[in-house]
């Protein structure tokens, strides 16, 4: 079992399996870690790390990981004969039991497969029955016609002249005479191409958008979570990784959840542009340096200072625009920069924000009233976030006053004085 963070094994020390309120288990290392106290599956709040109570189930688990039988020693007192032993039987053993599982899902994803392509071939061969016998009678010649026939020629010449090559994450290549093999890859194929997950690669003299048909409204991808596959660094997760990009591709999607960008920057960059003709909501951790015509939310999180040193700027936008906006620990300059991009579209705006006081944007805030008057919204309303920020009572009074006189059309809240709970973007 492991922490759905760091993807670590827990255990009984380093790594205790901690629950949370809202009932995620989470190693305590990784809570130790935390510059807020948010849950990381859920995003709501929690108390003292150190007085969250142990998952006891998969506590009890880690204990008897760690109270396995002792070794054996040989006179000597060593075993590192054995140890060596004992260590390749367990890794043969676990990489036995990934294959079992492995072909127990291909087993029923591949009889799946076989039952649904019988029935595809029953009802073409009950359509040219029925198309001849229009053809005797003077019926009509295109009642019969089943939808998706271009699949499944696309799916035969798929298999027409096939080669295949194999590529290790290493750089190794594997190349050979399929022979029997061939039935096994066919089927392997066909299933890639019925859920979308391979597609055709434009000629070299075609331009690809214009090779590539826009996604049909049907098809679309309503949400994708990605909070565990973005956290994967280069080299691992990569089939996943290699799924999902080739789904967005052929499908497009409306929402990406939970998109952390530290991890493999490529991979992110990849995906946002392949969602970017349809994206219209985004909740993005991390981010590293705009082009999405239809995006209308964002969720926005910069946690590693890695936009500090040179805060990226937003170029205006000739239309359109976010209508709802959460940032938090953006630079100042990237801030302004967006919120004037987006000031003649936005409706709803959460900042984390601090009062005045001493110290660091955006712990602390001096100006504010003076920063969104630069920035010319037109929101109705804004939700000044008090997350991991300085706050008083007395000044946040002054500040949500000095804004309501900048902006007087807007609901102005302090969400912790208000009480205001937090909303998914």
């Known amino acids: 079992m492991e922490c759905p963070v760091c993807m670590d094994e827990f255990d009984v020390a380093a790594r205790r399996p901690k629950s949370l309120p809202c009932g995620h288990t ?51 007192g060593s075993t590192p004969s054995f140890d060596r032993a004992l260590q390749q039987l367990e890794d043969a053993a676990t990489a036995a ?13 591949v009889e799946g497969l076989l039952q649904e392509w019988r029935a595809r071939l029953r009802q073409v061969q009950k359509a040219t029955g029925e198309l001849r016998a229009a053809v005797d009678e003077g019926g009509d010649l295109e009642a019969g016609q089943p939808e998706g026939l271009q699949q499944l020629q696309d799916a035969a010449s798929l298999l027409e002249g096939m080669e295949c090559a194999l590529r290790h994450q290493g750089g190794t290549e594997w190349r050979g005479d399929l022979g029997a093999g061939r039935s096994l890859l066919d089927a392997l194929v066909l ?62 999607v409306r929402r990406m959840d939970n998109v952390w960008c530290h991890a493999d920057l490529a991979w992110v960059r990849d995906i946002l542009g392949s969602a970017t003709p349809t994206l219209e909501e985004l909740y993005m951790i991390a981010p590293r340096a705009d082009a999405m015509p239809r995006l209308r939310r964002m969720d926005l999180w910069s946690i590693d200072g890695a936009l500090d040193n040179e805060p990226p700027l937003v170029p205006a936008l000739p239309g359109g625009g976010l209508r709802r906006l959460r940032v938090y620990k953006l630079p100042r300059a990237t801030l302004i920069s967006l919120l004037q991009a987006h000031s003649a579209s936005l409706e709803v705006l959460w900042m984390s924000i601090g009062t005045p006081g001493d110290g660091q944007w955006p712990r602390v805030c001096d100006d504010l009233d003076a920063l969104l008057r630069e920035c010319g919204l037109r929101v109705y309303r804004i939700v000044l976030w008090r997350v991991d920020v300085d706050h008083s009572e007395s000044a946040c009074r002054a500040q949500v006053s000095a804004v309501r006189r900048v902006l007087p059309g807007a609901k102005v809240q302090c969400e912790k004085c208000d009480e205001v709970e937090l909303e998914k973007f």
């Open 97 to 109: 039991s990934k294959a079992v599982r492995t072909l127990e899902d291909a087993k029923d994803a």
């Open 191 to 252: 299933h890639l191409h019925r859920h979308g997950l391979i597609h055709k690669t434009p000629a070299q003299n075609q331009p690809e958008e214009e090779a590539r048909p826009p996604p049909r409204p049907q098809d679309l991808i309503q949400e994708i979570e990605l909070f565990k596959i973005s956290q994967a660094h280069p080299g691992k997760g990569e089939v996943e990784k290699a799924a999902i990009l080739a789904r967005v591709r052929q499908n497009g």
């Open 26 to 76: 989470v190693c305590s290392h990784c809570l130790e870690g935390l510059q807020q106290r948010l849950c990381p599956k859920c995003r709501k709040g929690f108390s003292d790390p150190a007085k969250l109570p142990d998952n006891f189930s998969i506590l009890d688990w880690a204990n008897k990981q760690q109270s396995r039988p002792s070794q054996p020693s040989d006179s000597s």
